[in-house]
């Protein structure tokens, strides 16, 4: 461990590694475990998101309870319903808000949105007949989409994406992120989808492409959001990468827009 805390791309890799291992375990088994992870995710991120801004105990406890709540009705009504319910809660946590300090409202709407619909999203992908295969999908190229930036833009380097923002990010790492997404898409669909979506293996390597583009955008909004806090990171949790929200910042859009591309497909059933 001596060498992983000395070399900080080890501690990196290592954390991303112990992370993707039980993602992936917890999407293979789906059910119970797949949702407790992903619910770990959505109070995790609050959390994080509360304290960053500074939303307060009561707010927090709040957002929290709300969170949790919602994620446990998606087993008893229909995503649609869920939806609704997340909504509305973020909207009232809102007004609570609000009523302590004006400029919390937004913060405490737009934190429970930003922590909930992508795992009620993702809950909602993997509990679909070809669920396994479509959670799978999208880990694949958000995963992919981050792995290629990091190392395309430190090979290659270049004229920055968002300096005032993002300051590591170059042109040639967006490139390299979305290219990798893409490549990666076109092969998952061409041969471990086989026998669904195979023949529609270049329509995929575009949607791949869309859904890297996303990510990178969800990336770069944390990095804002950071900026706009006054914070290096958003948490410590996992060393090598910050707090929960830093690690999944590009998820949190790619999981919606993912799930919207299978519920308006119907290809994962």
């Given at each position: 461990m001596?060498?992983a805390?000395t070399?900080p ?7 991303g ?5 039980a993602?992936l375990?917890a999407?293979?088994?789906?059910g119970?475990a797949?949702?407790?992870?992903a ?9 994080e998101?509360?304290?960053m801004?500074?939303?307060g105990?009561?707010?927090?406890l ?7 709540g919602?994620?446990?009705l998606?087993s008893?009504?229909?995503i ?6 997340l ?6 946590l809102g ?6 300090d004006r ?5 405490a709407?737009?934190?429970i949105l ?5 795992v009620v ?5 993997r509990g679909l ?9 999208v880990l694949a190229l958000?995963w992919?989409?981050?792995?290629a930036a990091?190392?395309t833009g ?6 920055k994406?968002?300096?005032g923002?993002?300051?590591?990010k170059t042109?040639?790492?967006v490139?390299?992120g979305?290219?990798g997404a893409m490549a ?12 669904n979506?195979g023949?529609?293996?270049?329509f995929?390597a ?5 859904i890297?583009v996303v990510?990178?955008l969800?990336?770069l ?5 950071k ?5 290096k990171?958003?948490?410590t949790?996992l060393p090598g990468h910050?707090?929960?929200?830093d690690?999944l910042d590009?998820?949190?859009p790619?999981a919606?827009?993912?799930a919207l ?7 994962a059933?």
């Amino acid at each position: 461990m001596a060498a992983a805390d000395t070399n900080p791309l080890l501690l990196r890799v290592l954390t991303g590694a112990v992370l993707a291992a039980a993602a992936l375990g917890a999407v293979w088994l789906g059910g119970m475990a797949f949702t407790a992870l992903a619910a770990a995710a959505a109070l995790l991120m609050f959390a994080e998101w509360a304290v960053m801004l500074r939303l307060g105990r009561g707010i927090r406890l709040a957002g929290l309870v709300l969170l949790a709540g919602v994620i446990l009705l998606m087993s008893l009504v229909s995503i649609g319903e869920v939806v609704l319910a997340l909504a509305g809660g973020a909207g009232l946590l809102g007004l609570f808000a609000r009523g302590i300090d004006r400029r919390l409202g937004f913060w405490a709407t737009a934190g429970i949105l930003y922590c909930g619909l992508p795992v009620v999203a993702m809950i909602w992908l993997r509990g679909l007949t070809l669920g396994l295969a479509a959670t799978v999908f999208v880990l694949a190229l958000v995963w992919t989409t981050d792995i290629a930036a990091y190392f395309t833009g430190r090979a290659i380097g270049g004229p920055k994406f968002a300096p005032g923002i993002s300051p590591n990010k170059t042109w040639a790492g967006v490139f390299g992120g979305i290219l990798g997404a893409m490549a990666v898409g076109f092969g998952l669909s061409a041969s471990y989808l086989a026998g669904n979506w195979g023949r529609w293996a270049g329509f995929f390597a575009g949607i791949s492409g869309v859904i890297a583009v996303v990510a990178i955008l969800g990336d770069l909004f944390e990095s804002w959001l950071k900026r706009r806090a006054g914070v290096k990171d958003s948490g410590t949790l996992l060393p090598g990468h910050g707090g929960v929200l830093d690690r999944l910042d590009g998820m949190v859009p790619a999981a919606v827009v993912g799930a919207l591309v299978f519920a308006g497909t119907g290809w994962a059933g």
